[in-house]
């Protein structure tokens, strides 16, 4: 079992940055791809941003240019630097993990919540 602990979330400003965390339980060198979702409320989970091993980087077309995903191998943990943040986004924000070959896997953490002020 993969244990995933997001910490970073919080309330601030528009305009303002937050820096999320996912601490997880194992190597991420052995992990495929890396990623963070959000959930606001009434609305579907979606991608914010994935890291594939490689280094190869995806971002929604919403996010490109504020948000910066990274890792710290060292650390086993996932960043997700927010900046210029904007009340749309405002959600819960998940970490997830997959490994694709075998033996897979699929992990989530528990969510953090970021509220932006207008």
């Known amino acids: 079992q993969v244990q995933l602990v997001e910490s970073g979330g919080g309330l601030v400003q528009a305009g303002g940055s937050l820096r999320l965390s996912c601490a997880v339980s194992?190597?991420?060198?052995?992990?495929?791809?890396m990623g963070w979702y959000r959930q606001a409320p009434g609305k579907q989970r979606e991608l914010v941003a994935r890291?594939?091993?490689?280094?190869?980087?995806n971002y929604a077309d919403s996010v490109k240019g504020r948000f910066t995903i990274s890792t710290d191998n060292a650390k086993n943990t996932v960043y997700l630097q927010m900046n210029s943040l904007k009340p749309e986004d405002t959600a819960v924000y998940y970490c997830?993990?997959?490994?694709?070959?075998?033996?897979?896997?699929?992990?989530w953490g528990q969510g953090t919540q970021v509220t932006v002020s207008s």
């Open positions: 997830n993990v997959q490994k694709l070959t075998w033996p897979a896997f699929d992990y």
């Open positions: 194992l190597k991420i060198v052995s992990i495929n791809v």
């Open positions: 890291i594939i091993s490689g280094g190869t980087t």
